[in-house]
């Protein structure tokens, strides 16, 4: 809703928006055609990680806001601790937390300079045993799991980005048992009148 307001704003400025809705309707269909490959990846590696405790997000930019929100479902289905950040404050308390039991789930679309500098804190985590959960349209060999994102502009990358992070916190919760449908102790209008 925020980015139809935003659209509709910089319309009425007389900034050209018909690039940018052209965009946003492609997305819908795009996740339709790539939902399934996404899904079978997401679960391969939500397998991988359901015995862990604790996970740490990392994101840049516009990705930092899906750090929290990644972080957020997977507290609130898996009942795993999990922590979102922005990649440039690793360094400034959460490095600390970084192990080999500790995987760090980094989102890094494919701009620079942010991709650039997202991989620099991912190889801070790999220098210090931890495991990284890269979710990017560009791969790099940092990354110890890859999902390939589907394109998208950096503007509406969020869009597509947010699909493997909600699926992530619903396999693993299916993997643990739990009920996706009723989260435990969840006290949101939609589940409690």
């Given at each position: 809703?925020?980015?139809l307001?935003?659209?509709?704003?910089?319309?009425?400025?007389?900034?050209?928006?018909?690039?940018?809705?052209?965009e946003?309707?492609?997305?819908?269909?795009?996740?339709?055609?790539?939902?399934?490959?996404?899904?079978?990846?997401?679960?391969?590696?939500?397998?991988k990680y359901?015995?862990?405790?604790?996970?740490?997000?990392?994101?840049?930019?516009?990705?930092?806001?899906?750090?929290?929100?990644?972080?957020?479902?997977l507290?609130?289905i898996?009942?795993?601790?999990?922590?979102?950040?922005?990649?440039?404050?690793?360094?400034?308390?959460?490095?600390?937390l970084?192990?080999?039991?500790?995987?760090?789930?980094v989102?890094?679309?494919?701009?620079?300079?942010?991709?650039?500098?997202?991989?620099?804190?991912?190889?801070?985590?790999?220098?210090?045993?931890?495991?990284?959960?890269?979710?990017s349209?560009?791969?790099?060999?940092?990354?110890?799991?890859?999902?390939?994102?589907?394109?998208?502009?950096?503007?509406?990358?969020?869009?597509?980005?947010?699909?493997?992070?909600?699926?992530?916190?619903?396999?693993?919760?299916?993997?643990?048992?739990?009920?996706?449908?009723?989260?435990?102790?969840?006290?949101?209008s939609?589940?409690?009148?």
């Amino acid at each position: 809703m925020l980015y139809l307001i935003a659209l509709k704003i910089a319309q009425l400025r007389g900034l050209s928006v018909e690039n940018y809705i052209k965009e946003l309707n492609s997305i819908p269909p795009i996740l339709k055609s790539e939902f399934n490959r996404l899904n079978s990846k997401v679960e391969e590696i939500a397998k991988k990680y359901s015995h862990v405790k604790n996970f740490i997000y990392l994101g840049r930019g516009l990705s930092y806001p899906l750090a929290l929100e990644g972080a957020l479902k997977l507290k609130e289905i898996s009942y795993i601790h999990a922590e979102g950040y922005p990649a440039g404050e690793l360094k400034h308390g959460p490095i600390a937390l970084i192990d080999k039991n500790t995987p760090t789930f980094v989102i890094a679309p494919n701009i620079e300079p942010f991709y650039s500098k997202t991989i620099s804190n991912a190889s801070e985590v790999k220098a210090r045993d931890g495991k990284v959960i890269l979710l990017s349209e560009k791969h790099s060999d940092i990354a110890d799991d890859f999902i390939e994102s589907p394109k998208a502009s950096y503007f509406f990358s969020a869009f597509v980005n947010i699909v493997p992070l909600q699926l992530f916190a619903y396999h693993i919760a299916n993997i643990l048992g739990n009920d996706v449908d009723q989260p435990r102790n969840l006290a949101k209008s939609v589940t409690v009148e």
